[in-house]
């Protein structure tokens, strides 16, 4: 039995559709990691204040950074700088144990 020329470009068409959708999926895995950097923020890409990628040398200086502020002592719990828009004058039954307002 014949192949139509009809039944051959169908088949023809069926094929490059599965090969290219099967290369697409090759070409993402191995590009994702390194195109996500070049995407704009407001189309999905990394925010401004993402850290570094790992191997980099601006990553090790971050790691760096990230240990030293890890290591500084806390403030103390007394400290002049109270959260904005605490009030001193609440009443007591509307603070918890922590010193935090209830939220209502």
Not at 23 to 46: M, R
Not at 71 to 85: I, N, S, V
Not at 90 to 100: C, I, K, M, Q, V
Request: charged fraction near 15%; aromatic fraction near 4%.
């Amino acid at each position: 039995m014949p192949i139509s020329r009809r039944h051959f470009a169908v088949l023809l068409a069926v094929m490059l559709l599965a090969c290219s959708l099967g290369g697409c999926g090759i070409i993402n895995e191995k590009l994702a990691n390194g195109a996500g950097d070049y995407v704009p923020q407001w189309l999905g890409g990394l925010p401004a204040d993402a850290p570094p990628r790992p191997g980099t040398a601006q990553y090790d200086a971050y790691m760096q950074e990230r240990e030293r502020k890890r290591l500084e002592p806390a403030p103390p719990k007394g400290d002049a700088t109270a959260a904005p828009g605490a009030s001193t004058s609440d009443s007591s039954a509307s603070t918890s144990p922590s010193g935090l307002n209830a939220v209502h």
